[in-house]
């Protein structure tokens, strides 16, 4: 749309990850990794960068940036984009930190008119709580990615892979009961982690205490084309997010579902609304009465005997992903730009 694009953040070991990019990024040095410091730390310096850049439009992505963008895009009169990648509110866990947030969000929220967010429920949520339109625009991948050809075998020929991936394997996300599931499988089955999150070490260690280093694999976070070309050489795709502990999981809709779909392979997961329409919608996959290792282990062996239905989930995993791509998706970002108040 002839916007030139700079991204901002702050510096981690995931360089990576920068190489290809079609556009500029900025990573400030952070002394602090988590916490109320790196918070402080990171808008401090966002806000003397931003100042003295000229920008026509600030885009704040989550609650955790949206204080600094506000002042600054009122300050320079800049249009402001809020990108609200999730229910932010409801994924802290510090009653302290959540109270702080809602503060602001409750502040600032009223007052913004470009809003965007990644699915109908927390659209829904936004819209009554603070009278502002919201545009939904998913997460989702190109569909030319769904069927490209595997290029070389990177797993097991004669094992059924089972794959957790993404940069978010932290708690209340399942991944310690796909662990403990892997006790009750027989060998044919293994389990791969991809990426990375606040309790890999502690999954890494529960791996090796139950003696399932062989049939339990991890891999550092990868660049999304090597990422998919795991994941389309797997067996069923798992989203284990528990939907009672929290509201964020409860209406989550992550990236990993839309990957296992484009990478034709069908999904086992738990009940957040936004999945579970999809997937009753399409017939992709199966979903979880519980959380139940033993439970969860019977499930998939009785997916891997009945061959025909998972070959129509996986057939159905085609018409799912021409709905829900990003050649679609980048329709409405184009008139969400034309339309910025």
Same mark, same amino acid.
């Given at each position: 749309?002839?916007?030139?694009?700079?991204?901002?953040?702050?510096?981690?070991?995931?360089?990576?990850?920068?190489?290809?990019?079609?556009?500029?990024?900025?990573? *400030?040095?952070?002394? *602090?990794?988590?916490?109320?410091?790196?918070?402080?730390?990171?808008?401090?310096?966002?806000?003397?960068?931003?100042?003295?850049?000229?920008?026509?439009?600030?885009?704040?992505?989550?609650?955790?940036?949206?204080?600094? =963008? *506000?002042?600054?895009?009122?300050?320079?009169?800049?249009?402001?984009?809020?990108?609200?990648?999730?229910?932010?509110?409801?994924?802290?866990?510090?009653?302290?930190?959540?109270?702080?947030? $809602?503060?602001?969000?409750?502040?600032?929220?009223?007052?913004?008119? =470009?809003?965007?967010?990644?699915?109908?429920? +927390?659209?829904?949520?936004?819209?009554?709580?603070?009278?502002?339109?919201?545009?939904?625009?998913?997460?989702?991948?190109?569909?030319?990615?769904?069927?490209?050809?595997?290029?070389?075998?990177?797993?097991?020929?004669?094992?059924?892979?089972?794959?957790?991936?993404?940069?978010?394997?932290?708690?209340?996300? !399942?991944? $310690?009961?796909?662990?403990?599931?892997?006790?009750?499988?027989?060998?044919?089955?293994?389990?791969?982690?991809? !990426? !990375?999150?606040?309790?890999?070490?502690?999954?890494?260690?529960?791996?090796?205490?139950?003696?399932?280093?062989?049939?339990?694999?991890?891999?550092?976070?990868?660049?999304?084309?090597?990422?998919?070309?795991?994941?389309?050489?797997?067996?069923?795709?798992?989203?284990? $997010?528990?939907?009672?502990?929290?509201?964020?999981?409860?209406?989550?809709?992550?990236?990993?579902?839309?990957?296992?779909?484009?990478? !034709?392979?069908?999904?086992?997961?738990?009940?957040?609304?936004?999945?579970?329409?999809?997937?009753?919608?399409?017939?992709?996959?199966?979903? +979880? $009465?519980?959380?139940?290792?033993?439970?969860?282990?019977?499930?998939?062996?009785?997916?891997?005997?009945?061959?025909?239905?998972?070959?129509?989930?996986?057939?159905?995993?085609?018409?799912?992903?021409?709905?829900?791509?990003? &050649?679609? &998706?980048?329709?409405?970002?184009?008139?969400?730009?034309?339309?910025?108040?």
């Amino acid at each position: 749309m002839g916007y030139e694009v700079l991204l901002i953040g702050r510096k981690s070991k995931r360089t990576f990850l920068l190489k290809e990019l079609p556009f500029r990024t900025i990573r *400030f040095y952070n002394p *602090f990794r988590k916490g109320p410091f790196m918070y402080l730390v990171f808008n401090a310096q966002l806000f003397f960068y931003l100042l003295f850049k000229k920008a026509d439009i600030l885009w704040s992505n989550d609650l955790d940036t949206l204080l600094t =963008n *506000f002042i600054v895009a009122r300050l320079k009169n800049a249009r402001l984009v809020y990108d609200s990648h999730e229910y932010f509110t409801e994924s802290v866990i510090k009653k302290t930190s959540k109270k702080v947030w $809602e503060f602001l969000e409750r502040r600032l929220f009223p007052h913004l008119k =470009n809003v965007i967010t990644v699915n109908n429920s +927390i659209k829904e949520i936004y819209e009554r709580k603070y009278k502002v339109p919201v545009t939904i625009i998913r997460n989702v991948p190109y569909q030319l990615v769904q069927r490209s050809s595997v290029t070389k075998p990177l797993l097991p020929a004669n094992k059924k892979i089972l794959i957790m991936q993404g940069n978010g394997l932290n708690e209340n996300r !399942g991944a $310690e009961e796909a662990v403990l599931m892997m006790q009750y499988l027989p060998d044919k089955f293994m389990l791969y982690f991809i !990426g !990375g999150g606040t309790i890999l070490n502690d999954l890494k260690q529960m791996a090796n205490e139950l003696k399932l280093n062989h049939k339990i694999i991890f891999i550092d976070l990868l660049p999304y084309a090597e990422m998919m070309e795991y994941t389309r050489q797997c067996f069923l795709g798992l989203i284990f $997010e528990k939907i009672d502990a929290m509201d964020e999981h409860k209406f989550s809709l992550p990236n990993k579902f839309f990957d296992y779909i484009h990478a !034709g392979i069908p999904v086992l997961s738990s009940k957040p609304v936004e999945i579970k329409a999809i997937m009753e919608k399409y017939h992709i996959g199966a979903l +979880i $009465e519980s959380f139940d290792p033993a439970a969860m282990a019977k499930t998939i062996v009785d997916i891997s005997i009945n061959k025909e239905i998972y070959n129509q989930w996986k057939q159905n995993t085609v018409a799912a992903a021409r709905e829900y791509n990003w &050649e679609n &998706e980048e329709k409405v970002l184009i008139r969400f730009m034309n339309n910025l108040a």
